[in-house]
């Protein structure tokens, strides 16, 4: 099985600056493509940032886009969030995910996501 534990959410400031971090674990975690979403109460969740775990593609929300860096770690089964210029509407949980090991391109369609954290809380004031 496959664990995903997500750390650094807290409350931030508007304009100010967090890094998410999340480290997967298991035996079979062979995953090619990870990603960040959020979600706030009675919303959808909903796509941020994608990342293959070369690190050679990336892709991004619109809303983030210029303001938010994924990123991988010198482990392929770490990845970071890199999140500046924060403004209040950032405020949600934040959760990684992981592909199965048969997708073999990046997506930010959820349901195409096999694996999923418990999420951390980010809060931004105003």
């Known amino acids: 099985q496959v664990q995903l534990v997500e750390s650094g959410g807290g409350l931030v400031q508007a304009g100010g600056s967090l890094r998410l971090s999340c480290a997967a674990s298991?035996?079979?975690?062979?995953?090619?493509?990870m990603g960040w979403f959020r979600q706030t109460p009675g919303k959808e969740r909903e796509f941020v940032a994608a990342?293959?775990?070369?690190?050679?593609?990336?892709h991004y929300a619109d809303s983030v886009k210029g303001r938010f860096t994924m990123s991988t770690g010198t482990a392929k089964n770490t990845v970071y969030l890199q999140m500046t210029s924060l403004k209040p509407e950032d405020t949600a949980a934040y959760y990684c995910?992981?592909?199965?090991?048969?997708?073999?391109?990046?997506?930010?369609?959820?349901?195409?996501?096999?694996?999923w954290g418990q999420g951390t809380q980010v809060t931004v004031s105003s």
């Open positions: 995910a992981a592909t199965s090991s048969r997708k073999t391109s990046i997506t930010e369609n959820r349901y195409e996501y096999q694996y």
């Open positions: 298991g035996r079979a975690f062979m995953s090619r493509f």
């Open positions: 990342i293959s775990v070369d690190g050679d593609s990336t």
